[in-house]
């Protein structure tokens, strides 16, 4: 999926508990996000990063968290205080002519 | 963030051409006008992108008025492997990953082709 893999592609939690989801890319691109979408709905920003190190919250931040301590890698944890985390979540990656994307986790709540 | 507004839905039978309009009344300067296509259970995937006149790959067609304040990607003879959501963003690409840039999409546009 040029070059951005997530995993797993699906993943299952139960109420209380905290999953993460991976995202890696070897497109070497600085900018990465992580976006919900719900079913018939367009993509939420979660979070995003410009560059190791540093994140910035997106519009639906809360419940969830992020670290960016590789270029390569962008994890997203879905927490406990997320209560209504049962969705479709895409990775991307941003270069001067778009986006890049994964082909997304799919996360139900058992 | 220049907000764009799309058709819900739109139905077409093989072999036509199909476009699909999209609005964007407060695009800025510096914005690009960039087509995704998704699939059940995928990622967007680029289609295309233009910032006026007319942009064409071996996929699609974009077209953009001089007043750039809509654009409609055309798609020629389509077939049933082409039923997929379609979004159009407008964003200044010249300064990806900020705030004041990141992409919003909106819910797109349902093709639907038909046999």
Redesign the interface.
């Known amino acids: ?1 040029g070059g ?1 893999t997530q995993s797993p592609k699906y993943l299952f939690r139960k109420e209380g508990q905290n999953v993460t989801l991976s995202c890696e890319q070897n497109l070497n691109h ?2 990465m ?1 992580w ?1 919900r979408q719900d079913p ?6 979660i979070y ?1 990063s ?1 560059i190791v190190n540093d994140f ?1 919250k ?1 519009d639906i931040a809360e419940g969830y968290s992020v670290s960016r301590e590789k270029k390569e890698s962008f994890p997203l944890t879905v927490t406990s205080a997320q209560k209504n985390p049962t969705a ?1 979540y ?1 990775c ?1 990656t ?11 986790t ?1 996360l139900t709540v058992v | 963030l220049a907000k764009t507004t799309q058709p819900i839905s739109m139905d077409s039978y093989e072999g036509q051409e199909v476009n699909i309009t999209c609005s964007h009344n407060n695009i800025a300067t510096n914005d690009y006008i960039t087509w995704y296509q998704q699939f059940p259970s995928q990622g967007p995937r680029f289609i295309i992108q233009g910032y006026k006149t007319k942009v064409t790959n071996e996929v699609a067609s974009l077209f953009i008025p001089a007043d750039r304040k809509s654009s409609t990607l055309s798609l020629p003879r389509v077939s049933l492997s082409d039923t997929a959501v379609y979004y159009c963003l407008v964003g200044d690409l010249s300064n990806y990953g900020g705030a004041t840039n990141k992409l919003i999409f909106g819910t797109g546009t349902l093709l639907a082709v038909q046999p």
Do not use: E, K
Request: net charge neutral; charged share 15%.
């Open positions: 999926d951005i600085d900018a996000y976006y018939g709905q367009g993509l939420r920003l995003y410009q910035q997106g479709f895409l991307a941003q270069a001067s002519y778009g986006y890049t994307f994964g082909s997304g799919r």
